[in-house]
């Protein structure tokens, strides 16, 4: 059941990252606009407790002003540019800076269209839109990474010095290559772990390689 679903993942992953850059932005424009309205709909109905304004016209009208005006400022931070497989500090960063923008825009749709919504609303908006959207690129970044760690090429690393800490820190980041297991005959480290990984004995791991799908073991050796 597990392997069915990465593997329509993976189908899926590969479809959106080789779809049109402009079929890309548009997905990731109207997932932002869903996130807009899930996030301002829940601040206001934690002040006002009652979801009737749904069909209020002023609300309508201000969740299109509000989510016009966010989605252009996030395409002018070029939030679109890269697909949601990458998320850094700088772009969660201009996401905190959008979202205060867009709370900003609520306050004015408050001021000028629906005079209704509390003035707090805008404070809670805030804080759902920066962690909704913020935590809905993560989620898809780690869906898309569980996704793509099947088709890398699984390795052991034997040896877990200090070369082998150095090829693990070099292939953490790796999209080829993905690290399984740690193996080490030392009797002092063996059960510890490294960088998440249980350090084995070579009897051990033998038992394991089936299981863990290894393709290569790399030797770790320390440089002379």
């Known amino acids: 059941m597990a392997y069915r679903f990465l593997d329509i993942l993976q189908k899926c992953s590969h479809l959106l990252f080789n779809a049109d850059k402009r079929v890309k932005n548009a997905l990731q424009m109207l997932f932002d606009a869903l996130v807009i309205f899930i996030a301002l709909t829940a601040a206001i109905f934690l002040r006002i407790e009652t979801l009737f304004f749904l069909s209020n016209p002023k609300f309508i009208a201000c969740f299109v002003f509000v989510v016009v005006l966010t989605i252009f400022l996030f395409a002018r931070m070029d939030l679109y540019r890269s697909f949601t497989r990458y998320v850094s500090t700088d772009v969660v960063v201009l996401l905190a800076v959008g979202s205060g923008f867009s709370a900003l825009t ?114 770790a050796m320390p440089s002379i």
């Not at 759902?128 to 090429?153: P, W, Y």
């Not at 063996?190 to 390689?209: P, V």
Request: hydrophobic share 50%; with cysteine.
């Open 106 to 219: 609520v306050l004015v749709t408050n001021f000028f269209l629906a005079s209704f919504i509390p003035w707090s609303v805008a404070v809670i908006y805030a804080a759902l839109i920066f962690i909704l959207v913020c935590g809905s690129r993560f989620v898809v970044r780690s869906l898309f990474r569980i996704a793509g760690s099947r088709k890398r090429k699984r390795l052991a690393v034997y040896g877990a010095g200090e070369a082998g800490a150095q090829i693990l820190q070099t292939l953490k980041v790796s999209q080829d290559y993905l690290v399984r297991m740690v193996i080490d005959d030392d009797p002092k480290i063996r059960g510890q772990k490294i960088f998440g990984l249980r350090i084995l004995d070579i009897a051990e791991a033998k038992k394991k390689f089936g299981d863990f799908e290894i393709d290569t073991v790399l030797l």
